[in-house]
């Protein structure tokens, strides 16, 4: 486990930007994998219990504007706080075939939930890498999160399409390039604290998703996230300098201890906003942050050791 390395002059920034997130589920890990194989991973980043019959998850089909009432589903259960809960489609006959073949026996053993066996019935579940999923709140109707798009059609998965990120369309239909959203695994990044409550936008995957192979399903139940207690069980001492701060011109250096590896910078209310790979591991690195607007950011940096540490600054 990775550890945050707390700084006490940030105390007070680190506190604002966590009360802007960190209070609502999200989805934490979306399986796209072959045939049956896939799942929605929900991850609870408060400290108390949340009930989940007051939410709901729907499927926005081949870039559909709305979702039929087949495409939607009631939640039942509990997660327990800084937990997860994993739903996989009810397709459990070792006989089945075509579109009732069996889900694969270590997805079926992470799943805390089977739903829609029936696809007739109910098909939130029948994803493939070009429907937008959609987490809602049943008595408001708020989105909650969104994975995709909702009314764009990215790429047929049949021909490999799907979302990815590269833009400015980051759909395979226009770039036809490697679709992340269709037989992958992604792992929503430890620095998110909040979903994407605007199925509009564009969707470039990779700003808030880590990308495995197709039917990885080993980190399935737990996920790691700067929400989690476990980040602060091990205090470390660390240094992260930070200049110009103010900075007026959009140009940041950072220097850490250690080689940074990964920077990223997230706005105050936990979005991240930009990321940049050391391959280097520089003890020093200047960021270009010019396409950002002014106000304040928080900076996660990552060392060689996989430790992490943050600091605040300014764009003026």
Known sequence: MKKLLLLILVAGSFNLAFAQGCDDLFISEYIEGWSNNKAI?????????????????????NGSNSAAENQKIELEGTITAYGTYVIVIDQRDPEGEGQDAPVWEELQAAADVFLCPVYEDNNTMYFNGNDGIVLRHIESNDIIDVFGRIGEDPGNPSDGGGWNNV????AWAVNNETAWSTDHTLIRKESVVTGDSDGLNLFDVSLEYDSLPAN???????HTSVCGTDYVAD?????????PNPSTNGMITIQMDGGITNVRVMDLNGKLVYEERNTLSRSELTLDLTSLPKGSYIVLAENAAGDLTRNQFMLK
């Open 235 to 243: 205090i470390e001492v660390a240094e992260l300098s930070l200049f």
């Open 216 to 222: 990885t399903f080993e980190n399935l139940g737990s």
């Open 41 to 61: 991973e929900l991850y609870n980043p408060t400290s108390s219990s949340i009930d989940l019959s007051g939410y709901k998850l729907e499927r926005y089909s």
């Open 167 to 170: 833009g400015p369309d980051y």
